[in-house]
């Protein structure tokens, strides 16, 4: 009995291990399966976040059908092999199958953990996955651009380079477009880090940064003031910006010319010529107090109308009349006069080259002297030469 007992508990056993360990692996040789590395993820609003699949099946190759069975509301997703979207995939026995479901999260979304299950069916099999992504409480456009020295000084005819860094924060590769928004006149370029070649985008690896030298060439002409230049990279999903700060410095310089650029002149022995004068301030501060003097020749007098500006503003010019008296006896020919504006700031000095002709009235007197002579000396000859 306890024979019989033994024998038919044997026979129980082989039943069930008959069960569990050979019929399994005939169910599986039909089975399918979905699997990813990485199920749960971190995120920001406005990324693009991609999850590797891959799908593995036993027995024969299957033609299985992928979907997102389950998503947020207002999330959009697809599935990604070889390039393009694709909702079936040919999965064979021998390697497993790989494909890429892509998950566009709303701009708008709110911190917290969502969840997205995907689900594949084919050859009378199917698999489902759960994915989970959490949303931390980061706004979008968490990229860094910042810059050690934001302001910088100098005069206008100084060209000012910025260091700024810039870093990409997010879970993905990104292409930037670098932007300046610049007062009219001015010019900005970028050019990487040690390298003189000007770009306007670049791309970066999630977490890397590069270092960016932005050149800003104020306008001729600029005043003295403190200018803003906010400048940003842009990618399809996120921004990063900084505003730069040019501070320019006064410079005083002044310029004395004429309307046509000619700095010459005439002038009349004994009379007074007006020369008209064009004084430009071509610096970019206000100049006050401009006064005039000149160094004539001997015996020579200037003058001046007006002979003072109290302000000159930058970039502007006044026109001033210097009024040149050569003395009567002055010999025809040319002479220099230099011409000086001075203020406490600035001074300049111009070099006029002026041509002195004689009065008509002394060459009529002198020709009527030599007639005078000559008219003398026929009449002695006349009165005495017959003696």
């Not at 005939?26 to 976040?49: D, W």
């Not at 107090?289 to 200037?302: D, H, K, L, Y």
């Not at 041509?355 to 005078?372: D, F």
Request: net charge neutral; glycine share 8%; charged share 15%.
């Amino acid at each position: 009995m306890a024979r019989r007992l033994g024998l038919l508990i044997l026979l129980c056993s082989l039943f069930w291990l008959n069960f569990f360990v050979i019929l399994p692996p005939v169910l599986a040789s039909n089975g399918l399966s979905l699997s990813t590395a990485f199920p749960g993820i971190e995120v920001r609003p406005g990324e693009t976040v991609t999850f590797p699949l891959e799908l593995r099946t036993t027995g024969v190759s299957k033609t299985v059908e992928l979907q997102v069975v389950s998503a947020p509301k207002g999330w959009s997703s697809s599935f990604k092999g070889g390039g393009m979207i694709i909702n079936q995939i040919l999965v064979a026995p021998q390697e497993p199958a790989k494909v890429d479901l892509q998950v566009e999260i709303p701009q708008d979304v709110k911190p917290g953990t969502y969840n997205c299950v995907v689900r594949a069916t084919g050859g009378g099999s199917s698999a489902t996955l759960s994915l989970q992504m959490v949303i931390k409480d980061a706004p979008s456009g968490s990229d860094k651009m910042a810059t050690q020295y934001p302001v910088l000084s100098g005069t206008s005819t100084t060209t000012f380079q910025f260091r700024v860094d810039l870093t990409n924060n997010g879970a993905r590769e990104r292409s930037y477009s670098l932007n300046a928004q610049a007062p009219p006149g001015w010019q900005v370029t970028f050019s990487p880090a040690y390298d003189s070649k000007q770009i306007a985008s670049l791309s970066l690896k999630p977490g890397e940064s590069q270092g960016l030298d932005v050149t800003v060439k104020p306008p001729q002409g600029v005043k003295a003031g403190t200018y803003e230049i906010p400048i940003e990279a842009v990618s399809s999903n996120s921004k990063a910006g900084v505003v730069l700060k040019v501070v320019i410095t006064g410079t005083y310089t002044l310029e004395i010319t004429t309307p046509t650029e000619r700095l010459n002149a005439e002038a009349t022995a004994g009379g007074e010529s007006p020369v008209t004068l064009l004084v430009k301030n071509t610096g970019s501060s206000d100049i006050q107090n401009i006064t005039f003097t000149a160094s004539p020749p001997s015996q020579w007098s200037v003058t001046f109308e007006p002979d003072t500006i109290d302000v000159l503003p930058a970039g502007e010019a006044r026109q001033v009349v210097a009024y040149l008296k050569p003395p009567k006896e002055a010999i025809a020919g040319d002479y220099v006069v230099n011409i000086t504006a001075e203020s406490p700031a600035a001074s300049t000095t111009a070099t006029f080259r002026v041509t002195v002709k004689t009065s008509t009235l002394w060459g009529i007197v002198a020709i009527l002297l030599v007639v005078g002579v000559i008219g003398g000396v026929a009449w002695i000859f006349h009165k005495y030469g017959r003696r």
